[in-house]
């Protein structure tokens, strides 16, 4: 059977941030509020956010008398909510709490008294912010200078003695729910926030049935995922959790430039932590650069509006030049390079969303011109990249390879402009996206944008390969020259699929312990560059912070890194193909998915050291990357495709597999394997390689092996 809620396979003892390690973190997120972290009190203090980073420092708490501080607490973590529990021979606490999708903050108390003593306990909110008390509900407003939107909020509390103070005699206890509604001053209605919340807090349920909705609410979206179960529990536990990632990073602002679902690159952030402080960077706001990996995953979920809603924020406000830009609720921002139009097209294969792509197709051919504009060149297809930020690969050596290495990298003289691999293999990807999704709308310039694919291929192999060393180089903008240093993106052009044999051995710079094979793989940078940095910075200099920049290992480069592993030129043996699969488990082994390489603490970040696998930032939960593909289209084997689906699954030396609660292109797919002979028990599956569609079979073999069948095929199994 396929095991069952997120909160049973993911459960977790103590989870806080590495630069905060005191602090508390909390799984569950609301479609506009959350947690950056907790601090260990009763109720939500320690800094909450909303839409994008605010700083609130406390929605509320319950203070008590007879100790100076909850710690130390036990904690136990889960997808859905946080239990705190705390313990001395003068009272208990037990809490569990959590923020809903509705931006309720709602904590379920119960304390109890064993001392001598009165306990004492009283409800506090941030100074002066929930000012207007009206009967037993609590109205307030909390100003934020730094966006257009004020938020407002309402406190309901099960038992309205806590507005003033309970007090709990010698052996007596109480349980009390407090819920905080949270919303757009001036938009959403004080009335309704008083509703949310009186729903939690006041609706005469045990606090135990409030944690059971809760919990079965903050399912449902899982259950509406794919199902994947393996012999491996690293990819079993990896699985769920980058599901959980992806619904912990959904929001849902339905204001401003975000007016429909998307998913953050993360909850975290860079900044400081100064209370309704803006400083800093921070990930939570739409970040084009990542939009495509979203969708990547994504799209293997049952709704596609989670995974449209990215574009359709995009094209409602494009850029000034019509490109496809980062957002805030009020800015539009700067762009980076991107697959997202790729992305888009795949997206379409699954979900057949016939009307969404026409709708789609003006804003990502304006977008695809608009790069022609400003990156092009009047000497061939190749993209150039004016600024190393704007790849999301800051710092890679090959800007300033013309220049020897300087130390200091923030001099704009020993800068060069680089016909970029990375930026014109995603011009290709975007480009020949386009071409197919004209193809599916009936658009008659389907063949002009396959033309361009050809031509922008054409030059990325012409001009990019270098035969003596077989790989991929970024060329100087001006005169052509390779810089020779083999950045990750040299591998760009194999995930593409544009390879065939000719180009065989650019995968062995994978496999070179020299190069990118380190313990951690893979680096930004190959190891034997002059500028490889395991632990991030400049030539010693940590121009970031220690959490960045060149030489670390980073998710999002090994996942596209693990994709490049399936190009045609490289599946000429089963020994190959065998060590490309086995890498996908070794790019995501527990040092990269996990806390202190603990597996039952799973966690990402967003550098790594290269070859320790420590981790190097603070962002918990960082959604720059992709995965959940990777096993759908690898390990299963499933690729879907206009007029057909192919199986083509790696022998990663799995004993069994199950691929279920798959649908595409309107049917119910199901994958199994059984190993001959298989070593880890019987999973109750039945022997070899199977394809069940709508329930029944519709191939199967007795091993791993390639097949394909049209959608023609497939409907008629019945």
């Known amino acids: ?288 650069l990542s939009v495509p990996l979203h969708m990547m995953d994504a799209r293997w979920h049952h709704d596609p509006l989670y995974a449209e809603g990215a574009l359709r924020n995009m094209q409602a406000a494009p850029g000034e030049d019509g490109m496809l830009c980062c957002l805030t609720v009020d800015t539009v921002m700067h762009s980076f390079a991107n697959f997202a139009c790729w992305a888009a097209y795949q997206l379409y294969l699954v979900h057949r969303n016939t009307d969404t792509v026409a709708e789609w197709l003006p804003a990502l051919k304006q977008n695809v011109e608009a790069w022609n504009r400003v990156h092009g060149n009047e000497r061939d297809r190749l993209m150039i990249e004016y600024k190393h930020t704007r790849t999301g690969k800051e710092y890679q050596p090959s800007y300033w390879y013309f220049h020897q290495y300087p130390k200091n990298p923030k001099d704009k003289e020993t800068y060069t402009h680089l016909k970029r691999v990375d930026r014109s293999v995603y011009h290709y990807l975007n480009t020949l996206g386009i071409a197919r999704l004209c193809e599916a709308a009936g658009d008659p310039e389907a063949e002009a944008y396959f033309r361009a694919a050809e031509s922008i291929k054409h030059d990325i192999l012409g001009k990019m390969w270098d035969e003596a060393s077989q790989f991929f180089y970024d060329l100087h903008y001006q005169t052509d020259e390779k810089a020779l240093v083999k950045n990750i993106v040299g591998f760009y052009p194999g995930w593409a699929g544009m390879l065939d044999e000719r180009y065989d051995g650019l995968i062995g710079h994978l496999f070179d312990e020299r190069e990118f094979a380190t313990p951690c793989p893979f680096p930004s940078v190959s190891a034997d560059c002059p500028a490889y940095a395991k632990e991030g910075g400049w030539m010693g200099h940590f121009v970031k912070g220690r959490n960045g920049a060149s030489g670390t290992a980073r998710p999002g480069r090994i996942r596209i890194r693990s994709r490049s592993m399936r190009s045609p030129g490289k599946a000429s043996g089963e020994t190959t193909r065998t060590t490309a699969g086995s890498l996908i488990i070794c790019a995501n082994t527990p040092s990269c998915i996990t806390s202190g390489r603990d597996l039952d603490r799973p966690a990402l970040v967003e550098h790594y050291n290269s070859e320790t696998g420590e981790p190097l930032s603070d962002e918990q939960e960082y959604n720059h990357s992709y995965y959940i593909d990777l096993l759908v289209t690898h390990v299963a084997g499933l690729s879907v495709e206009a007029d057909r689906i192919v199986l083509d699954p790696l022998d990663i030396g799995l004993d069994y597999f199950r691929l279920d609660r798959i649908r595409a292109a309107g049917l119910d797919l199901k994958i199994t394997y059984l190993r001959p002979n298989a070593s880890a028990g019987n999973p109750g599956l039945p022997p070899g390689y199977r394809l069940f569609v709508n329930g029944r079979l519709a191939f199967e073999s007795e091993t791993l092996c390639r097949t394909e069948l049209t959608w023609q095929q497939l409907r008629e199994i019945q």
């Open 1 to 288: 059977m396929l095991s069952g809620r997120w909160d049973e396979e993911l459960r977790a003892g103590r989870k806080s941030l590495r630069t905060l390690p005191g602090t508390l973190l909390l799984g569950p997120t609301g479609a506009r509020l959350w947690a950056d972290y907790l601090d260990p009190e009763a109720g939500f203090s320690g800094r909450f956010d909303f839409i994008h980073k605010v700083n609130i420092p406390l929605l509320f708490k319950v203070t008590q008398n007879l100790e100076r501080s909850l710690e130390p607490c036990r904690t136990e973590w889960s997808p859905s909510h946080l239990l705190m529990e705390y313990e001395s021979g003068r009272l208990t606490l037990s809490e569990r709490k959590f923020i809903a999708w509705n931006d309720c903050a709602v904590s379920c108390q119960t304390w109890s008294n064993l001392s001598g003593e009165e306990l004492v306990l009283r409800l506090e909110t941030y100074e002066d912010a929930f000012r207007d008390r009206r009967g037993r509900h609590l109205y307030g407003l909390f100003p934020i200078e730094h966006y257009s939107f004020d938020i407002a909020g309402v406190i309901a509390v099960s038992d309205p003695r806590l507005l003033e103070e309970v007090r709990l005699q010698p052996g007596e206890s109480a349980t009390f729910i407090v819920a905080a509604a949270l919303g757009i001053a001036g938009k959403d209605d004080p009335e309704e926030l008083r509703k949310r919340a009186a729903a939690y807090a006041e609706n005469g349920l045990p606090a135990g049935q409030v944690i059971e909705r809760q919990r079965d609410e903050y399912q449902a979206w899982f259950d509406r995922a794919p199902m994947f179960e393996s012999s491996d529990p690293v990819l079993n536990k990896t699985w769920k959790y980058r599901w959980f990632v992806l619904r912990h990073n959904l929001a849902d602002p339905r204001y401003g430039h975000l007016a429909h679902p998307l998913f953050y690159e993360g909850r975290s952030h860079k900044k400081s932590k100064k209370p309704f402080g803006k400083g800093g960077w921070e990930f939570s706001k739409l970040i084009n």
